[in-house]
């Protein structure tokens, strides 16, 4: 299966665009990397892609098929700040089930300790956040995971330790990764390729 987007083009203001004619293809069997300069238009992208931006130009299409979202949307996203995705008002169980409610096995993979599930978001750290970030992504219905310097806040242990669960998970279930950073030496060690925003992105 291939996540295409083609000739993405997208502006906040009128006239200045900040995404234009883009193209990108992702395949389910690899992680494809995507560096960029911070500002350059990388999470707006991301955003196009997981459904989160409607008004835009062009298609995303999964095999040439128009995506469905009438219950789950299969492009999941997966931000750098978790803590602006949770509600703070729901624990951190509700927070997880929204999506699904995964298997203790994964669960201990990405090293989530049962006595967060009782927790507010504002009681964990970043980096347990987003072990939660990441699970409620993995939902089974999910093809491809959009992972937006999703450990660019995170101490160089706890950023190995996600990393090699989600790619691992993701190999096992063929899920596609595209993986954007502005992180070389992540990219070189995680991707399969590497992308150059500024060459993609016909500005």
Request: hydrophobic share 40%; aromatic share 8%.
């Amino acid at each position: 299966m291939y996540l295409n987007a083609n000739n993405i083009s997208y502006a906040y203001k009128k006239n200045k665009p900040i995404l234009k004619n883009l193209s990108i293809s992702i395949p389910d069997n690899k992680v494809i990397g995507l560096m960029g300069d911070s500002g350059s238009g990388k999470s707006t992208l991301c955003k196009v892609i997981s459904g989160y931006i409607k008004n835009y130009t062009g298609t995303v299409t999964l095999d040439n098929n128009l995506i469905e979202t009438k219950d789950f949307y299969p492009i999941q996203l997966i931000f750098q700040h978790p803590e602006k995705t949770m509600n703070p008002k729901w624990k951190m169980h509700k927070v997880l089930s929204e999506s699904w409610n995964p298997p203790q096995e994964l669960m201990d993979t990405f090293g989530l300790k049962d006595n967060w599930l009782g927790r507010w978001p504002n009681e964990l750290s970043g980096g347990e956040l987003q072990r939660f970030s990441i699970l409620r992504a993995l939902n089974p219905k999910t093809k491809f995971i959009i992972a937006d310097e999703i450990s660019t806040m995170l101490d160089a242990v706890t950023q190995v330790q996600i990393w090699d669960a989600l790619l691992d998970y993701c190999k096992q279930n063929k899920i596609g990764i595209l993986a954007v950073s502005h992180d070389k030496e992540l990219l070189e060690v995680i991707a399969d390729d590497i992308l150059l925003f500024n060459e993609i992105n016909k500005l």
